[in-house]
């Protein structure tokens, strides 16, 4: 069974950066595209970013792109996502996700919906963006 466990959350002032860690353990991630999701306060859940299993390609939303980056370190079972010019609308808890792959999709770009691709989820890290 596949575990997932972020972390590097925390506060942040506006402009600042963070780096959130997504940890596998009980399988290894080649076979998964991931992805990073957040939900704010009131709000549906959304997809940040996702990663290829295989293709080394990304997926960002339009909210973040230019300012996120995912990265993943299969030597580590570890997807990274590089956060960078945060503002007060990133907050949000951050959830990561992994989407096992089929060997004929191995190579195919990630998506972000549905989320019900997404097997299995860890439990969040909040990051707030705040003066």
């Known amino acids: 069974q596949l575990q997932l466990v972020e972390s590097g959350g925390g506060l942040v002032q506006p402009g600042g950066s963070l780096r959130l860690a997504c940890a596998a353990s009980?399988?290894?991630?080649?076979?998964?595209?991931i992805g990073w999701f957040r939900q704010a306060p009131g709000k549906d859940r959304e997809g940040v970013s996702c990663?290829?299993?295989?293709?080394?390609?990304?997926v960002y939303a339009d909210s973040v792109k230019d300012r996120f980056t995912i990265t993943r370190d299969d030597a580590k079972n570890t997807v990274y996502l590089q956060m960078n010019g945060l503002k007060p609308e990133d907050t949000a808890v951050y959830y990561c996700?992994?989407?096992?792959?089929?060997?004929?999709?191995?190579?195919?770009?990630?998506?972000?919906?549905?989320?019900?691709?997404?097997?299995?989820w860890g439990q969040g890290t909040q990051v707030t963006v705040s003066s």
């Open positions: 996700a992994a989407d096992q792959k089929r060997w004929s999709e191995l190579f195919r770009l990630c998506v972000l919906f549905p989320e019900a691709n997404y097997d299995y």
């Open positions: 990663i290829s299993a295989r293709l080394g390609r990304s």
């Open positions: 009980g399988r290894t991630l080649d076979n998964y595209d």
